[in-house]
């Protein structure tokens, strides 16, 4: 068990629809990270959070948003779903930017 | 992964040993992380250099040189259960390379 805690494990959800993906970092941890992962997929960097405010953002799309709360807990938000979108989410987190992250055991999205 | 390259796949036999390379063209270098993911799990940390050299850790070792971009990650006495896939990330930069997919063959 990492200390990362992600919910829910599974999701499915139709296209055109909304869903948000919640991310319990570990304790003490400041940083939290969000990649996708698709099928047989590298895992492709989305956003990263520290102390509640954006560091650093990746190849995430306009319809994807993302935000770190003041409890460090964190949540993705996903719109206008599309088939292409389904994937495996998994959230990260380190103490600070550079050491090593820890990740959770992620969210499966499948969009019909 | 952005200006991170390493092979695709590899495969090696149970018992010998296998180095899994990465180079890596990203500034403001701060070090390097390996981790491990077996297929739909989460990946998992296995090492991380700052300092050019080999890091030894059981059975798995990690080597950096910095001057030249380079990594690589060396399993010996490969077990089956080291069929996964090898990520390298540049730390400070939370991209990942595509990884590289280690089949052991027994």
């Known amino acids: 068990d990492s200390g990362v805690t992600q919910t829910p494990k599974h999701l499915i959800t139709a296209t055109g629809q909304r869903v948000t993906l919640r991310c319990s970092p570990r304790?003490?941890?400041?940083?939290v990270y969000w990649y996708q992962q698709s099928l047989d997929q590298g895992l492709q960097f989305l956003i990263q959070?520290?102390?509640?405010?954006?560091?650093a953002k990746g190849n995430i799309l306009e319809r994807f948003s993302a935000q770190q709360f003041p409890d460090l807990h964190s949540e993705l938000n996903l719109s206008s779903l599309e088939l292409g979108d389904s994937a495996l989410y998994f959230c990260?987190?380190?103490?600070?930017?550079?050491?090593?992250?820890?990740f959770g055991q992620g969210t499966r999205l499948t969009v019909v | 992964g952005q200006n991170i390259d390493q092979p695709t796949e590899m495969t090696a036999t149970e018992g010998a040993i296998v180095q899994i390379n990465c180079t890596y063209q990203?500034?403001?270098?701060?070090?390097l992380f390996w981790y491990q993911q077996h297929a739909g799990e989460a990946p998992t940390f296995l090492s991380y250099?700052?300092?050019?050299g080999l890091e030894e850790k059981g059975r798995f070792s990690s080597f950096l040189s910095r001057s030249k971009g380079y990594s690589y990650l060396l399993l010996k006495e490969l077990q089956m259960k080291d069929s996964a896939s090898y990520l390298c990330?540049?730390?400070?930069?939370?991209?990942f390379g595509d990884g590289t997919t280690l089949t052991v063959k027994p």
């Open positions: 990260a987190s380190s103490v600070e930017v550079d050491n090593k992250a820890f």
């Open positions: 304790s003490g941890d400041l940083s």
């Open positions: 959070y520290y102390n509640g405010e954006e560091r």
């Open positions: 990203t500034s403001g270098f701060n070090g």
């Open positions: 250099n700052v300092l050019d």
């Open positions: 990330a540049a730390a400070g930069k939370s991209t």
